[in-house]
Nanobody, 115 residues
Framework: QVQLVESGGGLVQAGESLRLSCAAS????????MGWYRQAPGKQRELVAS???????SYADSVRGRFTISRDNARSTVYLQMSSLKPEDTAVYYC?????????WGQGTQVTVSS
């Protein structure tokens, strides 16, 4: 069973930075697409950023230019560097992996940005 473990969330002030990490196990990490989603209270889960096995990246318009997704295939880990954080970035952030067409999710990590 694929396992995804997120870390790095916390409480920060607007304008500050955080880096989230997601360590994957029981996956062929170098071959899979990895992504970060977030879900704020009362809202649907939304895609924040993703990275393919080939290294291509994509971002939601709301975070482009502020967030950077990266991956370390040797460590089976994907990162989300978040800068210039805003209160509207407050949400639970989830790591996602798609292997053989099946999605897997981490348990989520809370990010809270105070104004």
């Amino acid at each position: 069973q694929v396992q995804l473990v997120e870390s790095g969330g916390g409480l920060v002030q607007a304008g500050e930075s955080l880096r989230l990490s997601c360590a994957a196990s029981r996956v062929v990490f170098s071959l899979i697409t990895m992504g970060w989603y977030r879900q704020a209270p009362g809202k649907q889960r939304e895609l924040v950023a993703s990275t393919t096995s080939g290294g291509s990246t994509s971002y939601a318009d709301s975070v482009r230019g502020r967030f950077t997704i990266s991956r370390d295939n040797a460590r089976s880990t994907v990162y989300l560097q978040m800068s210039s954080l805003k209160p509207e970035d407050t949400a639970v952030y989830y790591c996602n992996a798609i292997q053989f067409g099946k999605p897997y999710w981490g348990q989520g990590t809370q990010v809270t940005v105070s104004s």
